[in-house]
């Protein structure tokens, strides 16, 4: 089945300035790469999606690429914030119906 | 976007009690739902698929005779926990895909269910 490797597992950046977290996969038929941000006792919110038609994708300060060859997907967040910290989980599946395989995730802090 | 609500938000039992945890679509019917476990700083895990109408699927490691599903109609879902003990205290997700929908692999998540067994 579907193997999903994040890192890292904690990150710490200045205010203003970005991050990136970095996900791999192990099936060539998963074909959907959501990126979820999730606070305390709450539920996943998706923040940004992209399937595996397109290799990069944006909205606003934040951005995923994906590498179909190598099998790995990245998340990019630009002009980091304070309310940027939080747990962001990677994800991966294949048809609709079909459920999600999530990265162990990564504590991103940003220190103002 | 489509909604997913999940009921209690949070419970409390006792040891050896069985709690049930409901997961509705508001706004759409899902043949298919997802329920996730998620303990404390680590990540989510897939428990089970449920499927309406027929039997749910389990995740290996997972006893279906512990954490019994019924996905009865299109829009609702539960999972009970029977004779919970302190160990299965976690946050209990479900999620559901809106197949009718342009993004059809997008997941919709509920609001999450706290279990503390004591």
Known sequence: GENV???????????????????TYSDS???????????LGKRPQLIIDIRSNVGE???????????????????????????????????????????????????????? | ??????????????????????CRSLDFQATTMFWYRQFPKQSLMLMATSNEGSKATYEQGVEKDKFLINHASLTLSTLTVTSAHPEDSSFYICSAPDLSGTSGNEQYFGPGTRLTVT
């Open chain 1, 57 to 112: 994708k944006k909205d606003q300060r934040i951005a995923v690429t994906l590498n179909k060859t190598a099998k790995h997907f990245s998340l990019h967040i630009t002009e980091t914030q304070p309310e940027d910290s939080a747990v962001y989980f990677c994800a991966a599946s294949t048809a609709g119906n079909t459920p999600l395989v999530f990265g162990k995730g990564t504590r991103l802090s940003v220190i103002a």
């Open chain 1, 29 to 39: 038929a998963s074909n959907y790469f959501p990126w979820y941000k999730q606070e």
């Open chain 1, 5 to 23: 490797e994040q890192h890292p597992s904690t990150l710490s950046v200045q205010e203003g300035d970005s991050a990136v977290i970095k996900c």
């Open chain 2, 1 to 22: 976007g489509a909604v997913v609500s999940q009921h209690p938000s949070w419970v409390i039992c006792k040891s050896g009690t069985s709690v049930k945890i409901e």
